[in-house]
Structure formats: C-alpha cells, structure tokens
C-alpha cells in the first residue's frame, strides 16, 4: 500500500515536472519581442552628442550602446530633420543631422508610429525614441561618413 | 596679364567640372533590403534587414553594401537573440557585415536610359570578421533615372565561422543559406 502510494507521488511529481519543462521551453522559445516602444529609454541625449562620442571611440561607443544579444541600449535622440524618407519595408525614415555634424541619427519608424511623423518637415527639431542598430563611423569603401541608426522609433516630441 | 587670368578661369571651371562628376559617377542607396533565408526539413527561417547602406560608381562599377548586423529582424525572437550572440554571429563585436565588390560588366549597362542588364558581380564578403572572395549573377536595372540593383546568391555558414555541431541550430538552421541583396540608388 506504501510502496503504491509512492509511486502514485512519483508519477505526479514526473508529470508535473514533465508539464513545467515543456512550459519553461515552449515559454522561452515564444517569448515576444522587446517590445520597445513601452520600455524607458536608456540614455537621453542630442544628435551631435552620440556623433561625437562615436567619432571620437567607435569601440568604447559600441561597447557601451551595443548588447550581445542584439537588444542593445534604447534611445532618445533630439535633432533637427535634415531628411525624411522610406524604406523597402514601407516604414518612414527620418534623419536627424546638424549642418555642422559628419554624421547623423537615422530613426526607422513602424506600422504603429509611421502616421505620428507624416506632417513633419524638414528643419523641424524633434525627439525621437528608438533602439540603436549601429554607430557611426567613416567608412574607408563607401567613402562615406554612416549614420548612426535606431529603429523600432517613435516621436516623442517637436519643439 | 590676360593670360594669367583667363588660366585661372579655364583652371576654375575645370575644378567645378571635375567636383561635379566625382559626385555624379557615386550613388548612394539607403533603400535596401538584405534577406537571409534557410531552409531545412525541420523549418524555414527568415531574416530581414532594411537598414543597410549602399553605393554605386558608375564609372568603375564599384559597389558597397555595409550591413549593421543588429538590424537582421526574425518573426521569432529567441532566434534573434541567438542569431547576435558570440558563438553565432557576435554583432556586438563585428557589428557591420561588408560587401565589396565590381560589376564586372559594367561597361554594358546605360545608366542613362531605361533597361534591364544582367551582370556579374565579383569581390569579397566579410562577415563576422572572416572575408571571402564570392563571384556572383545580379541584376542592374535603370528605370526613370533611378537605379537599382539585387542578387541572390548562397553562402556556407561554416565558411564565416559560424557552425553548430549539436542541439536544434544544427538540425533547423542550413548549412548554406540564401543571401538576397537589393539597393536603390540616388545620385549624392
């Protein structure tokens, strides 16, 4: 009676056990996206700010903003619109650089946010939020200074 | 005098001259699309990356892509994760993948009016840190003054140093996947 009484708490332990492994995987192997919109932004700062500390350290600049795992540092960028544009995924992207700058920030936006920018013109300073993708550096083969980019953006604000 | 001053005009105009067509003959793209895509009995897996800046010369067929490999999107997110750690393809520390290479028949396309020219596409592409040459088929087309171009083309993981010798990434993910490139190019 004992030895079938432990069985039967083997069994359900096993079983339990069993449920919450499948659980934890099926858990990790769906969990969404960072959904980056409803996260605080990391660091606060202008345009010419993340340029300059880039051109000046692109290793200690990436080192600081750039995550292992891809989700790296979330954004808030302000600057003046200096282009707007769209891209292959029908997303707005709008770039925000300073005359005096060899560089700027290009914001992506999404399906939910494209609509908050379309009455934006260019000269305009906004603040935009978005998680950084890449830095900005000279580049020796495309004989270009690249931009740093965000995606996953939204307007915050426009002064 | 006189001669002194109209050298420096014709010195003048031929400056201006040449700074307009060095700007003339580069086109730059920050349209693009980049697609990896596998293909295994276990699953298909889509990556997408519309962040990448191109350009394109003209006058010697030179094209660039620079990828920022964080901007690679999976539907699923786990493969994402994975997909920029270290023993993948570590973005953290190769953030950029490059593309550099030559149109090699590039005297045979007419960037000045509309047309459609198969070309091939010959240099090197460097991923996480490892350059290989890669000689590739692509498509150069000139409609409406814009120029565009795409190639697909596969490439072997194990080749960049990207390999998996147990667990799931070694039964879902190819052994070889399939690159698609596509710019669209504006004069600078």
Known sequence: ?159 | MKNKRLFSIALAVLMTASAFSRTGDKLVSSKSHIKFYSHTAMEDIEANNYASVSTLNTKTGDVVFSVPMQGFEFENASMQKHFNQEKFLDTKDHPKGKLVAKIANFDDIDFSNDGVYEVIVEGNLTIKGTTKSLKEKGTVRVKDGIVSIESKFPITLADYGISFAKGKPSTNIAKTVEVTVIGEYTAE
């Open chain 1, 1 to 159: 009676m004992k030895t079938k009484k432990l069985i039967r708490i083997a069994l359900i332990l096993a079983v339990a056990g069993g449920i919450l492994g499948v659980g934890t995987v099926l858990y990790i192997f769906n969990k969404p996206h960072r959904d980056v919109l409803a996260t605080e932004a990391d660091y606060s700062l202008t345009n010419s700010q993340i340029i300059s500390e880039y051109l000046e350290n692109k290793i200690t600049a990436d080192d600081k903003y750039l995550s292992a795992d891809g989700n790296s540092k979330i954004l808030e960028v302000t600057g003046t619109i200096s282009k707007i544009s769209e891209n292959y995924n029908s997303n707005m992207v709008i770039l925000l650089k300073e005359e005096s700058d060899k560089a700027g920030v290009s914001a992506t936006f999404t399906a939910e946010t494209n609509h908050k920018i379309s009455d934006l013109k260019i000269g305009e300073i906004i603040t935009v939020k978005g998680v950084i993708r890449s830095g900005a550096s000279y580049d020796d083969d495309l004989e270009l200074y690249e931009h740093v980019i965000l995606e996953k953006s939204d307007l915050i604000s426009q002064l």
